[in-house]
Nanobody, 124 residues
Framework: QVRVVESGGGLVQAGGSLRLSCVAS??????????MGWYRQALGEQRELVAT???????NYADSVKGRFTVSRDNNKSTVYLQMNSLKPEDTAVYYC????????????????WGQGTQVTVSS
């Protein structure tokens, strides 16, 4: 019901910056986008949380990115951003966007959708 599309990945040197964007789209009148967030998966590793942001703006970050990454959202556009500064080689991973949403009578049903991912590579 909800399509999630990421953009903004690429190759950057250590210490550099990148900004990821993610748009969640669906039938506006039948879904309500709730929390959105970013996760990443390095080669051979499990997917891990990077940052999430609730509709009201409350944020949550992995300890490894605190102080370097900033998550923000535009509720009108169902878009979430991840500003990544002071990038390190260990930040290299495929970054996935996740959108949690509710639907149905009184928004009682919940689900989530994942994007296809965008590659971020940080060279040393």
């Amino acid at each position: 019901q909800v399509r999630v599309v990421e953009s903004g990945g690429g190759l950057v040197q250590a210490g550099g910056s990148l900004r990821l964007s993610c748009v969640a789209s669906g039938s506006t009148f039948s879904i309500n986008i709730n929390a959105m967030g970013w996760y990443r998966q390095a080669l051979g590793e499990q997917r891990e949380l990077v940052a999430t942001i609730a509709t009201g703006g409350a944020t949550n970050y992995a300890d490894s990115v605190k102080g370097r990454f900033t998550v923000s959202r535009d509720n009108n556009k169902s878009t979430v951003y991840l500003q990544m500064n002071s990038l390190k080689p260990e930040d290299t991973a495929v970054y996935y966007c996740n959108a949690k949403y509710s639907y149905g009578r009184a928004w009682s049903q919940t689900s989530d959708s994942w994007g296809q991912g965008t590659q971020v590579t940080v060279s040393s």
